[in-house]
């Protein structure tokens, strides 16, 4: 419903040759209470889903991160592996066993050489 | 139906559905209020992951040709594990024949004749790619726990210096027992919520992550191909002689650092649990006190020259034996030619108890007896100024060993006069050993040191993890004038020709008493053998001190064979340091 009234300003209560002009004033219009209800119930609705759906896909980072360490866990335990035989081959045992040693002659010290 | 009859229903109704309201309300009261800890604890269990995060424990190097060497490392295992309950006999017998064989711990007929039993690990130490080949075959109800080993490649090597990380991944003895905190790192906290399959989820707000700190790798400064050479020639030396165990320490007397440790019989800390006779763990060079009997007349002669009171010429009556206290004290030799006056560079090059005794005479400023101030300043030489019967500070499990009481106890001179030649005491190889690098390093004690520093990112940190006392305890006159009487003492062996041209040697050796039934056994049927000596270019101070001990279960093992062990190191490291002669 809108509801009218006369109303006169200021200035044309100042300006006496503008008598009997009408102005028209608009009243604001506001929701009703189902309205109300129903847009509450829309927005926190829309913020749900977008809670559920970053929680979502925050869980999916979850399962690529674990995929990943998992992986840098396996890489590590080769790299363990690696780091172990290496460390075996090169053991002074493992040289001195070894083909190329068995097959070469004992140093001896000839002389210095004055610096 | 009449109306009355329906409402009679109705109301029925009603109170049942009253009554359940109630019911369910109580209920609820209860797990939510009564109960609610217990419930929320619950929750919890079926979606948070709790656990400590194991660091990785630090590894161990060596040094070889100025760079570091892994000799300690870390390996990630597996346990086979299965539920008798659920697995089946003839799946984890096929998994074991196909894949584990090697690695079974258990007998399986055992295991399932067992009745309830919900756990039992089948197989141990199990390689990545067999437990990879096992995951692959997709055996239903047999898990594959993960293990952390610690794997030794260099077998046997310096194993009394290392020493072992047991299954409960706690270091024991050597540097894994001793360094342990520093290498096993700080544990980590992961609490988190988790799903169905046990991922970590970010959700929640009361996840916790602490991260795990690793282990530091620690550097020795051990020499790997040194430490293998030495071991090598003190094994060959206790094979020729009826010892069964020997102590060799290297280090270089001008700083401390210790530049190998080897301890017979060793043992493969990879198969720790083998050893039959759990001595071999010990260290003997820091962790056992004893008598290294002549080898103190260094320190006797040391205090004696340092005070001013005597020289390498300075001479005194030898009569072969001393009274003191009613004991009667003996020279080891007895030669006829060395009764009468004798200076104390003959007495130190024969090893004369009589000499070291009139140095302790002469510290109380009596040439004829032994009194309360010469054994005063014997004490304060001995423990004092050269730390003998104190913990070096080394970072490795140490003996105190004990210097008696100037002025406490019965028998004191007596007691005093053997402590000139090593006796009544209890020290320490790397308390000796550092002692003896004062005595001819210019007279400066340094704190020895077993740690270089630390392995980052493929690179050296040094940093010591000693502190350095750095104390001038004698003079360099003192020192200089030791050196020259304990290069005399090898002057045989240079005329021999096992000493090189153009290399200053000296050394000093000591033949110990063992005692029995609380008295020194006389018979000799049990001898320790030791040796000390030092090796550098001729005309410039010693590079490396050398000491050696050998000894045997009811073994007569004298010095002479704790020298030859020391002849054939001082020339192996001449060769292996390359240490050049120096101008005569």
């Given at each position: 419903m809108i509801s009218q009234t006369t109303y006169v300003t200021r200035r044309e209560q100042q300006m006496?040759?503008?008598?009997?002009r009408n102005t028209v004033r608009y009243t604001k219009r506001s929701l009703g209470s189902i309205s109300q209800i129903v847009i509450v119930s829309m927005l926190t609705l829309i913020f749900g889903l977008i809670y559920v759906a970053e929680g979502t896909k925050a869980t999916g980072f979850d399962y690529e991160l674990s995929a990943v360490e998992s992986e840098i866990t396996e890489m590590n335990a080769k790299k363990e592996d690696l780091a172990v035989e290496r460390a075996r081959l090169t053991s002074v045992a493992a040289a001195k066993n070894s083909t190329v040693a068995a097959a070469m002659e004992t140093a001896t010290v000839s002389c210095y050489v004055a610096e | 139906m009449s109306q009355s009859k329906i409402l009679s229903r109705i109301n029925i109704l009603k109170y049942i559905v009253l009554a359940a309201l109630e019911i369910i309300i109580v209920r609820l009261f209860f797990i939510q209020i009564i109960e609610h800890a217990d419930w929320v604890a619950k929750a919890d269990e079926q979606h948070t992951i709790l656990e400590t995060i194991t660091p990785k424990r630090g590894e161990i190097y060596m040094m070889d040709k100025g760079e570091p060497v892994p000799i300690v490392l870390n390996q990630t295992m597996y346990q086979v594990v299965i539920d008798p309950t659920v697995t089946r006999k003839e799946d984890i017998e096929k998994v074991v024949n196909d894949y584990v064989k090697d690695y079974t711990v258990v007998n399986l007929d055992e295991v399932y004749s067992?009745?309830?039993?919900?756990?039992?690990?089948?197989?141990?130490?199990?390689?990545r790619e067999k437990a990879e080949e096992i995951a692959d075959?997709?055996?239903?109800a047999i898990w594959l726990k993960k293990t952390n080993r610690r794997v030794y490649?260099?077998?046997?090597?310096?194993s009394g210096l290392l020493g072992f990380m047991n299954n409960d991944g706690v270091g024991q003895y050597g540097v894994e027992g001793s360094l342990n905190d520093m290498l096993a790192g700080k544990e980590g906290l992961l609490k988190t919520t988790a799903d169905i399959n046990k991922v970590a989820l970010?959700?929640?707000?009361?996840n916790v992550r602490v991260q795990a700190e690793d282990g530091k790798n620690v550097v020795l400064s051990i020499d790997r191909g040194l430490e293998r050479g030495i071991e090598e020639i003190a094994a060959a030396t206790i094979n020729e002689t009826t010892a069964d165990h020997a102590s060799v320490l290297v280090m270089?007397?001008?700083?401390?650092?210790?530049?190998a440790m080897a301890n017979l019989p060793s043992y493969d800390p990879n198969n720790?649990?083998?050893?039959?006779?759990?001595?071999?763990?010990?260290?003997?060079?820091?962790?056992v006190p004893y008598e290294p009997a002549s080898i103190c007349k260094n320190f006797a002669f040391s205090a004696a020259i340092n005070e001013g009171l005597?020289?390498?010429?300075t001479t005194y009556f030898n009569q072969g034996y001393e009274i003191v206290d009613g004991w009667k004290i003996e020279n080891a030799e007895q030669r006829?030619?060395?009764?009468?006056t004798l200076t104390m560079r003959d007495a130190l090059y024969w090893s004369l108890n009589t000499g070291s005794i009139y140095a302790l005479k002469l510290l109380g400023g009596d040439p004829n007896s032994i009194n309360q101030t010469g054994r005063e300043k014997l004490y304060d030489y001995y423990?004092?100024?050269?730390?003998?019967?104190?913990?070096?500070?080394?970072?490795l499990i140490e003996a105190e060993g004990y210097i008696p009481d100037?002025?406490?106890?019965?028998g004191r001179d007596s007691t005093y006069a053997n402590m000139t030649f090593g006796q009544n005491l209890g020290i320490t190889m790397i308390q000796t050993a550092t002692a003896f690098s004062a005595v001819i390093n210019g007279g400066v004690y340094h704190t020895p040191y077993v740690v270089k520093g630390f392995y980052e990112n493929g690179e050296l940190i040094e940093e010591k993890q000693v502190e350095d006392v750095?104390?001038?305890?004698?003079?360099e006159e003192t020192s200089t004038m030791m050196r020259e009487m304990l290069i005399n003492n090898r002057s045989y062996r240079k005329r021999a020709g096992v000493d090189r041209d153009g290399y200053a040697i000296g050394g000093k050796s000591g033949t110990a008493q063992v005692v029995r039934d609380g008295a020194?056994?006389?018979?000799?049927s049990e001898l320790v053998g030791s040796y000390i000596g030092f090796v550098g270019p001729?005309?410039?101070?010693?590079k490396y001190v050398i000491m050696v001990k050998m000894w045997g279960e009811g073994q007569s093992i004298d010095s002479g064979q704790a020298m030859t062990m020391f002849d054939s190191l001082s020339n192996y490291l001449i060769d292996y340091l390359k240490i050049k002669p120096g101008a005569a």
């Open positions: 006496t040759f503008a008598r009997n | 067992q009745e309830n039993l919900r756990y039992a690990i089948v197989a141990k130490d199990v390689p075959s997709g055996t239903p490649p260099e077998g046997e090597l310096a970010s959700i929640g707000n009361d270089n007397p001008n700083n401390g650092e210790v530049l720790y649990t083998e050893v039959t006779d759990a001595s071999v763990y010990v260290n003997q060079i820091t962790d005597m020289t390498g010429d006829s030619i060395l009764y009468g423990h004092n100024k050269l730390r003998l019967g104190q913990i070096t500070g080394i970072e100037p002025n406490e106890g019965w750095n104390d001038q305890v004698l003079s020194y056994d006389d018979t000799m001729e005309g410039e101070l010693p």
